[in-house]
Structures are given as structure tokens and as C-alpha cells.
């Protein structure tokens, strides 16, 4: 690998050169950047595409501009910014991060490496990332794009995961320049985005073609035909009482999907919820798709002309139907609701 004269290697010189032409300088996170803004977007980003991201970010940060108005939030408000978005423990770890700042680094924001990965949600390249967009000091980043492109790049064939990312991380801290680091990381991510694609890399386009080991040797030919392994699927029964200007929900709680969102009842009969009560009942079947998971709704909708008495608490209550957009719930059970 040859050396430039600021001792920076020719890869991110490189890519520093051609993020500088042809970046995607027009994303909302890449204007205006702060610490607290460019938390918010890369924690949005982790396992989510851009064009899905664009429009969550943008609602986030109208709704909470910076860290002083996240800190008048729970976690709830928080959660209600997500729906729709997935991977609801992002967002869970967004209230845990912004509560540990507030008590253990005085409601300022982290500036240093070590106490940044120390907050929920973070870890070494998020990390990484923060420190060198937001306040440009070089560390290394291996986000799945990273990792692509420094794979082909080095031509990395070590079967062993756990062994190929500690190479993989040793290969992005030589990369990684000390000087231009802003251009460096968002350039790189880029590059793995739009150029070193997954499946059909564009080769002729890449910028470190000439020095890229697996350069055109990942081909555009349609791969193989792989058997479709069917998702686990899962039924589940909801009861939604409700009334014109009401609802009946409940917090879930268990470490499992929809963790700490509100949902209707499981256990209608143990929560008092009685049909012969009720002046209207509706069913519907709705079946949703999770990443790893299909899901079969069978909802039960019961109108009442009045709410009934509950005891309530702060996990089992009954909602407004004007404060919904201000609770954590999943995207199909919100858009019924809405619709009622």
C-alpha cells in the first residue's frame, strides 16, 4: 500500500477526493451538524436504509431540536417519534443514553471516545462515527458498508466472523486518516452505499478501482436462486376497547418484540374487558412483517358508550384518542386506531 505525503494512506485520499465531488452533502444530517444531531441520525441509521431514515430524522429533530428539549422527554414521547420505524430498542436506548447524560455528565453532551461508547445504543464505530463528524478528531469506524468496502478492498476471505471483524478493525484504523476525517468517514459510508454495493458493485464508477484486490471480480450475474426459509410466524388475539374519544391500552413489558410499546389487550377477561357491555364489535385480521418474524393479528374491536371503570396504573390505562401520536405503539395497531 503506497503512502501520501500528509501519511495518510492513498485509499482515503482517495475517498476524501471523491466525497468531496460527488457526496451526498443534501442529507438532513449532514447540515447543521452537531454532536446531538449526529447521534440522533447514526443511531436512525443502524440497521435502516436513508431513504427510510429521512423522514423519522426530520420529525425527531422538529419535534427536539437539541439535547435540552430531548431532556424534558420520556420515553414514551420518544417511542411515539419511532412508530413505524422499527427495532423500537433504538429509540428505548435513546431515553436511557439522554437520562445517563443528564446524570452522569451534568446534561452535556460526551466529547471524548470513551465516554460516548459508555451511553446505550453506542458502540465502538457509532462512536467512532460521532467523533469524527461531529467534532473531527480521527477514529476508525466498521459499519456494514465500512466493512464491505475494506473487505473487497484488502480481499478478506477469513471464514471465522469474530476473527474477520478484529482484521476488519484493524485494517480501518490504518486506513483511517488523521487529517479530513469529516470527508474520510462520510465518504467511505458512501462509497459502501452507492458505489460497493451488496450484490452488483459498480466498479467502474469506484474511486480506488486501481487499487481495490477484488476489483470486477464480483459479478453483476444474477446469483443463485436460494431457498426461501420461512419466517417464524405468530398469532396473536387483541381486544381494543374503546369509546369515541378513548382507548383501552396496555404497556408491554416483556423482552420480546413491541417491547414498551402500548397495544391492546391480550387478556380481555382478566382486564374486565366484557363484550355483552359493549354497543358495537368489529373483528379484523391484519397480518404484519417484522425482520425476522410474520405476524397474524386477529383484533376484536368493542365500542363502548362510555369509559368503565379500571384500575388504572401507569402501564394500563385509558388513552385519549388526541394524545395517541404521543405514545409508542406499533405502526398497524396506530393506523386502526386513527382509522376509528
Not at 427495532?87 to 436511557?96: E, G, L, S, T, V
Not at 456494514?144 to 471465522?160: C, G, P, Q
Not at 369509546?243 to 397495544?263: A, C, I, S, V
Amino acid at each position: 500500500m503506497s503512502e501520501i505525503s500528509n501519511g495518510d494512506s492513498e485509499l482515503s485520499a482517495l475517498v476524501i477526493k471523491w466525497y468531496q465531488l460527488n457526496g451526498r452533502k443534501e442529507l438532513p444530517w449532514r447540515k447543521n451538524v452537531t454532536p446531538y444531531r449526529t447521534w440522533i441520525s447514526e443511531i436512525m441509521l443502524q440497521q435502516t436504509q436513508v431513504k427510510t431514515v429521512i423522514p423519522f430524522y426530520l420529525r425527531f429533530i422538529k419535534t427536539y431540536p437539541n439535547l435540552k428539549k430531548l431532556m424534558l422527554a420520556d420515553e414514551d414521547q420518544i417511542i411515539a417519534l419511532w412508530s413505524g420505524l422499527g427495532f423500537y430498542r433504538r429509540a428505548k436506548n435513546i431515553f436511557k443514553a439522554k437520562e445517563h447524560i443528564k446524570n452522569k455528565f451534568g446534561g452535556k453532551f460526551p466529547n471524548n471516545y470513551s465516554d460516548l461508547v459508555s451511553l446505550p445504543g453506542i458502540g465502538e464505530s457509532t462512536a467512532g462515527a460521532i467523533m469524527s463528524i461531529a467534532f473531527k478528531e480521527s477514529h476508525p469506524i466498521l459499519d456494514a458498508n465500512v466493512k464491505r468496502v475494506l473487505t473487497r478492498h484488502s480481499k478478506i476471505v477469513e471464514d471465522s466472523p469474530s476473527k474477520k471483524n478484529k482484521l476488519l478493525w484493524k485494517i480501518s484504523r490504518r486506513q483511517t486518516p488523521k487529517y479530513n476525517i469529516f470527508d474520510y468517514t462520510q465518504g467511505i459510508m458512501d462509497l459502501g452505499a452507492r458505489i460497493c454495493k451488496p450484490k452488483f458493485p459498480l466498479c467502474s464508477e469506484c474511486p480506488i478501482v486501481d487499487i481495490c484486490e477484488s476489483a470486477f471480480e464480483v459479478t453483476e450475474e444474477k446469483p443463485k436462486q436460494k431457498l426461501s426459509k420461512s419466517k417464524p410466524e405468530i398469532d396473536i388475539t387483541f381486544t381494543l376497547a374503546y369509546t369515541d374519544n378513548y382507548f383501552l391500552l396496555f404497556k408491554r413489558n416483556e423482552e420480546t418484540f413491541w417491547q414498551g410499546l402500548w397495544l391492546p389487550s391480550e387478556q380481555p377477561k382478566a382486564h374486565r374487558i366484557l363484550k355483552k357491555n359493549s354497543c358495537y364489535k368489529k373483528n379484523i385480521d391484519k397480518k404484519h412483517k417484522l425482520t425476522h418474524l410474520d405476524l397474524n393479528l386477529s383484533i376484536t374491536l368493542l365500542k363502548y358508550n362510555e369509559v368503565f371503570d379500571i384500575k388504572t396504573n401507569a402501564e394500563y390505562r385509558w388513552i385519549k384518542k388526541i394524545d395517541i401520536n404521543n405514545i409508542g405503539m406499533p405502526a398497524p395497531i396506530k393506523k386502526i386506531i386513527l382509522e376509528l
